[in-house]
Each structure stands twice: as structure tokens, then as C-alpha cells.
């Protein structure tokens, strides 16, 4: 079953930290995979996207990885700021469906 | 407005009555998109629409029902609401299934 598996469920770190976040996924045959960032009360917002052939892409402060052989992807949030607070979503394509995970939910602390 | 908006923001209904959650974009997208958005389940394909009246079923079509007759409008009906459809509804348009998506904003449902 194609699955998406995203750790950890929270997070909460202090302004100005680093954090990373992951997900796992069992999507056979891969097409792409994306983050997106929901802001609370908001629908979300595409990061990034990345393909098969990409390991590393790069919006702004945030950096997304890609291992396609061990099924694993990142999210790198560098120098977190208070509007990093929002739930973070990753999303894989197989060929026809496209899978969800349930987020991780990341709280900045002043 | 630019973009895809959705309405209303915030419904109330009974148990019973009909509902329908608009949706509209002005990018001219081939597809789009309805999602539910609950605690523990993250965000669930009810249906989706690959151009003017072609819809397809998602992940938990039953008890709801969309039509596309432009492709500017993607609205989603309940035809008997029930309790269990509580929820906050998203729309989201495309321009190829696998692509990056654009939601609204989202509707909030309550089913009493």
C-alpha cells in the first residue's frame, strides 16, 4: 500500500534554530514529491517540488532532500522565525494518485 | 480577485439539509481539486476534475457530489449532510494532476 509517513507528529524549537523534518514513503512507481507549508486557518502553500532525478532544492530558508533510493526526504528549516509556525505537509505522486502525509505540526518559541 | 477562492468561509447546516461549497479559479487550470481536512487524517481526495465536465471519484467520494460545467468553477454538493461530514473543506486547481497545487483558503463545515 502506498504509504506516506511523516516524523516527528510536533515540533517546537526556539527562534533563530535549525530543524529538520521527515518523510518516508512506500509511493511505487515515484513521480514527484512536494512540501507544503499550512499556516493555521489557511489552505496550504506549495515549497518545493522535486523529481526523481533531484536530490537538493532550495526556497529561501528552506532546503528539501531527496533520497530516492532509500524512500526518504527532509526538510531543512535554517534560522527559524516566528512565521515558521505552521503544519508542514509531504506529498508524493505516483503515476496516477497522489498521497499525503498527515504533517508535522512546528511551533517557534520567541 | 486573482487566484481560487472558495465560499462561503463558514457554514452551519442540520443533519439532513443540502449543501453546496463553491469553489473558483481564474488560472484557467485543467484540474481541480476537493479535499477534507480532519484531525488524524491529514488531507483526504473526495473528487477531482481533469477539465470541464470530466470529474472522477477520490479517496472518499461517498455522500458527496461535483459537477464542472466551466472550467473556472469546481462546486461540491452535500446532498444529505450528515454529522460525520464535518470537516474543513479545501479546493485546490492544477495544471496536470502531478503538479504543484493551489488551494483556497478553505470552508469550514458544521454539521449539527
Known amino acids: 500500500k502506498n504509504q506516506v509517513e511523516q516524523s516527528p507528529q510536533s515540533l517546537i524549537i526556539l527562534e533563530g534554530k535549525n530543524c529538520t523534518l521527515q518523510?518516508?514513503?512506500?509511493?511505487?512507481?515515484?513521480?514527484?514529491l512536494r512540501w507544503y507549508k499550512q499556516d493555521t486557518g489557511r489552505g496550504p502553500v506549495s515549497l518545493t517540488i522535486m523529481t526523481f532525478s533531484e536530490n537538493t532544492k532550495s526556497n529561501g530558508r528552506y532546503t528539501a532532500t531527496l533520497d530516492a533510493d532509500t524512500k526518504q526526504s527532509s526538510l531543512h528549516i535554517t534560522a527559524s522565525q516566528l512565521s515558521d509556525s505552521a503544519s508542514y505537509i509531504c506529498?508524493?505522486?505516483?503515476?496516477?494518485?497522489?498521497?499525503f502525509g498527515k504533517g508535522t505540526r512546528l511551533h517557534i518559541l520567541p | 480577485d486573482a487566484g481560487i477562492t472558495q465560499s462561503p468561509r463558514y457554514k452551519i447546516t442540520e443533519t439532513g439539509r443540502q449543501v453546496t461549497l463553491m469553489c473558483h479559479q481564474t488560472?484557467?487550470?485543467?484540474?481541480m481539486f476537493w479535499y477534507r481536512q480532519d484531525l488524524g487524517h491529514g488531507l483526504r481526495l473526495i473528487y477531482y476534475?481533469?477539465?470541464?465536465?470530466?470529474?472522477d471519484k477520490g479517496e472518499v467520494p461517498d455522500g458527496y457530489v461535483v459537477s464542472r460545467s466551466k472550467t473556472e468553477n469546481f462546486p461540491l454538493t452535500l446532498e444529505s449532510a450528515t454529522r460525520s461530514q464535518t470537516s474543513v473543506y479545501f479546493c485546490?486547481?492544477?495544471?496536470?494532476?502531478?503538479?504543484?497545487?493551489?488551494f483556497g483558503a478553505g470552508t469550514r463545515l458544521s454539521v449539527l
Open positions: 488560472w484557467s487550470h485543467s484540474y
Open positions: 485546490a486547481s492544477s495544471t496536470d494532476k502531478k503538479n504543484i497545487q493551489y
Open positions: 476534475s481533469a477539465a470541464a465536465d470530466i470529474t
Open positions: 518523510c518516508n514513503y512506500t509511493v511505487s512507481p515515484f513521480s514527484n
Open positions: 506529498v508524493v505522486s505516483d503515476h496516477d494518485k497522489i498521497i
